[in-house]
């Protein structure tokens, strides 16, 4: 008896083990709280499992404006291949309302669903020093591609970076 009690520990603690080393720590970004247009919730850890495009953008951003329509067409480029688009607004609501972000997001041509981040949480946890800023992240929430700007020509080769994440 005394035995077969030792194999059922052993066994549960090698389990313990082995799921303890499969399960990794979720990067502490992907638990940053914001909210979309609408005021709903999003997590970036309720995209585990999708390749995310993250496109850190402002109002006052000149550059942000001309890279909008890039990367609405990396939207529709992957929109049946498991990548999500999320734009992350940092405009301080002091000085331009949510409305005033949507309709200057539609301006800009950003089709894809923006997030709001004006005391600027997620992009300082992600440690973003400039807009527009691209952060693609991996199916497991992990930062796999970095970039500030955006041209025409950069389109083919971030299509290649996100062809090899899928």
């Known amino acids: 008896m005394k035995v077969l009690l ?16 499969k399960a990794e720590k979720l990067p502490e970004y992907a638990n940053i709280q914001l909210k979309d247009w609408s005021r709903k919730p999003h997590k970036l850890a309720n995209y585990l499992g999708k390749v995310v495009i993250l496109d850190y953008w402002a109002s006052w951003c000149h550059n942000c404006k001309k890279a909008a329509p890039l990367i609405s067409q990396l939207e529709d480029a992957y929109r049946e291949k498991n990548v999500v688009v999320l734009g992350i607004n940092t405009d301080d609501p002091r000085s331009v309302s949510v409305y ?7 301006q800009f041509g950003i089709t894809y669903n923006s997030l709001l981040d004006p005391r600027q949480v997620l992009a300082q ?15 497991e929430g992990k930062i796999f591609h970095r970039q500030y700007g955006l041209a025409a020509e950069d389109v083919p080769g971030l299509k290649k970076i996100i062809n090899e994440k899928l």
């Open 125 to 139: 946890a992600m440690e973003v020093s400039a807009q527009p800023a691209l952060i693609f992240l991996d199916q």
């Open 6 to 21: 030792r194999i059922y520990i052993i066994i549960f603690l090698l389990l313990c083990l082995v799921s303890c080393t």
């Open 100 to 106: 005033q972000v949507k309709k200057i997001a539609a």
